[in-house]
């Protein structure tokens, strides 16, 4: 049974004290941190850079999963790699040279990632499957957290699952495959039916902190469901 990830978006975080949130929901359980890079070029919106990834890095041993919807890509790359970051992904809109880009990536050390917006066709895909190690869906339009999920993305998700199963039958290397937009306690499962593996959460995690300042409620919740659903796909097996 393949393993089921939760990644915190720390975009929904309490930016004073985000070294102190990104402890809390490791502890809580949290398998990723999801870093969420944007430019106000590539989405209508701004956030952090390297500096912010290089300071988080003591605060845990967890994959960082840095997001990047920028425009340009590829100088970036190598300023995440050095701040820490495990997963680089980006948006194959955003790149002139996606091949190169993710070649680029791995040749820092870091996993590579391709990030496919709503509308964006999976023949994106096509020719690059031996240079990824992510696939991220996204169930939103980026740029903002606490947005609806989009219900498409579960008939894309199928879709690629199928396309991955079908390139790691093939002695393909493995690939994750991310959800980012929209995921809640109430559609986690459904969306894990659909064959995702790692699970983007923002406003859903860092909107319910349990009274002592933790997450433990939030992520043994969203664990649960996901039990659920790894129970389900098994009987349907
Ligand atoms: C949106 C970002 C997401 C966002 C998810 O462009 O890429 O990671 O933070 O937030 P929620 O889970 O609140 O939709
Ligand atoms: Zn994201």
Known sequence: MKKLRIAPSILSADFARLGEEVTRVIAA?????????????????????????EALRPYTKAPIDVHLMV???DALVPMFAKAGADIISFHPEASEHVDRTLALIRDHGCRAGLVLNPATPLNALDHVMDRLDLILLMGVNPGFGG????PETL??????????????GMNGRPIWLEVDGGVKASNIREI???????????????????????YQDIIATLRRELVNAAGDMRRAA
């Not at 008939?155 to 790691?168: E, G, S, W």
């Open 155 to 168: 008939r894309k998700a199928r879709a690629v699952r199928a396309l991955i199963d079908n390139h790691v």
């Open 71 to 73: 425009r340009p890509v």
């Open 29 to 53: 359980g949290a398998d990723v941190i999801h870093f969420d890079v944007m430019d106000n070029h590539y989405v209508p919106n701004l956030t952090f850079g390297p500096m912010v990834c």
């Open 147 to 150: 947005q609806g999920f989009i």
């Open 192 to 214: 894990a039916e659909a064959g995702i593996d790692t699970f983007v959460a923002g406003s859903a995690i860092f909107g319910a902190r349990d009274e002592d300042g933790g």
